[in-house]
């Protein structure tokens, strides 16, 4: 089983910045994509940004240009840097990591309340 804790987040004021980690246990770090979500209240969990084993990235359109998923295969550790946040990227945001060549949700961490005020 592969544990996956997030930390990082909090309030921040509109326009401002947060950094989001995400340190897992498995040994074989490198080869897993991973990936950030995050739900809103009321809302149903969301796709924010991958980033696969080869290094390429893909993120969703609400957060492009704004958010940068990074990963550190030495610390087995993903991060989500988040400028010029706004109100609406208040939510719980989730780690999820794939193992390669699986197929289903992968496994995920409990989250992190990110919280933005206007």
């Known amino acids: 089983q592969v544990q996956l804790v997030e930390s990082g987040g909090g309030l921040a004021q509109a326009g401002g910045s947060l950094r989001l980690s995400c340190a897992a246990s498995?040994?074989?770090?490198?080869?897993?994509?991973m990936g950030w979500f995050r739900q809103a209240p009321g809302k149903e969990r969301e796709f924010v940004t991958v980033?696969?084993?080869?290094?390429?990235?893909w993120y969703a359109d609400s957060v492009k240009g704004r958010f940068t998923i990074s990963r550190d295969n030495a610390k087995n550790t993903v991060y989500l840097q988040m400028n010029s946040l706004k109100p609406e990227d208040t939510a719980v945001y989730y780690c999820n990591a794939k193992p390669p060549s699986f197929v289903g949700a992968g496994y995920w961490g409990q989250g992190t309340q990110v919280t933005v005020s206007s």
């Open positions: 980033t696969w084993s080869g290094g390429n990235t």
């Open positions: 498995t040994s074989i770090f490198s080869r897993y994509g």
